[in-house]
T-cell receptor, first 117, second 117 residues
Framework: NAGVMQNPRHLVRRRGQEARLRCSPM?????VYWYRQLPEEGLKFMVY????????ESGMPKERFSAEFPKEGPSILRIQQVVRGDSAAYFC???????????????FGPGTRLTVL | AQTVTQSQPEMSVQEAETVTLSCTYDTSESNYYLFWYKQPPSRQMILVIR??????QNATENRFSVNFQKAAKSFSLKISDSQLGDTAMYFC??????????????FGEGTQLTVNP
């Protein structure tokens, strides 16, 4: 069972361009979370999605950022018109469907390091 | 809202010795989980140990153990017989317990641990 996959691992964009980050959850996992890690900081929650639904986007900036998790295919985090402050590592985590009392552990991908020039 | 505080930005320890990393948190929730994650230079997030808040017994995983003080909202990590491979950033994290959906992780700012030969 492959782990959480993220691509690309490194992404360089110029200011004003668009960045698309992809996350393929582990097999059987229907919950996806995106976190951002700015340099020298901890991870900050951005958005939580289930298949075709955004459950919690309270950590995501209101402008320029969007996320989706379609019925088929990976979850996508999209950043439009990137600025230098978007430079960070973006981590995706996945977990299996909720099963009551059992802990839904989140398994992390290797992250995508976005650099905005 | 939950907050997680790690008051030690950096720590160092000699190989084979014991070190304790501190973490405090603030929440009004009664059912939750606490975690310690390790982030080595590869930046991969690796789960070290977890604790269910309703369990009084402290979790242990080989050389890693926690001291969970629920009333004090304290959750420290003890690493025994430190090894060079333990050198990493360590993050304390909080997660609400939900029966029917997933839940975000709230991370502290991290403690950079260096194990010296």
């Amino acid at each position: 069972n492959a782990g959480v996959m993220q691509n690309p691992r490194h992404l360089v964009r110029r200011r004003g361009q668009e960045a698309r980050l992809r996350c393929s959850p582990m097999k059987g996992h229907s919950h996806v979370y995106w976190y951002r890690q700015l340099p020298e900081e901890g991870l900050k929650f951005m958005v939580y999605l289930q298949k075709e639904n955004i459950i919690d986007e309270s950590g995501m900036p209101k402008e320029r950022f969007s996320a989706e998790f379609p019925k088929e295919g990976p979850s996508i985090l999209r950043i439009q018109q990137v600025v230098r402050g978007d430079s960070a590592a973006y981590f995706c985590a996945s977990s299996p469907p909720s099963t009551g009392a059992i802990l839904n552990e989140q398994f992390f991908g290797p992250g995508t390091r976005l650099t905005v020039l | 809202a939950q907050t997680v505080t790690q008051s030690q930005p950096e720590m160092s320890v000699q190989e084979a010795e014991t070190v304790t990393l501190s973490c405090t948190y603030d929440t009004s929730e009664s059912n939750y989980y606490l975690f310690w994650y390790k982030q080595p230079p590869s930046r991969q997030m690796i789960l070290v140990i977890r604790q269910e808040a309703y369990k009084q017994q402290n979790a242990t995983e080989n050389r890693f153990s926690v001291n969970f003080q629920k009333a004090a909202k304290s959750f420290s990590l003890k690493i025994s017989d430190s090894q060079l491979g333990d050198t990493a950033m360590y993050f304390c994290a909080f997660m609400k317990r939900r029966k029917t959906s997933g839940s975000r992780l709230t991370f502290g700012e991290g403690t950079q641990l260096t194990v010296n030969p």
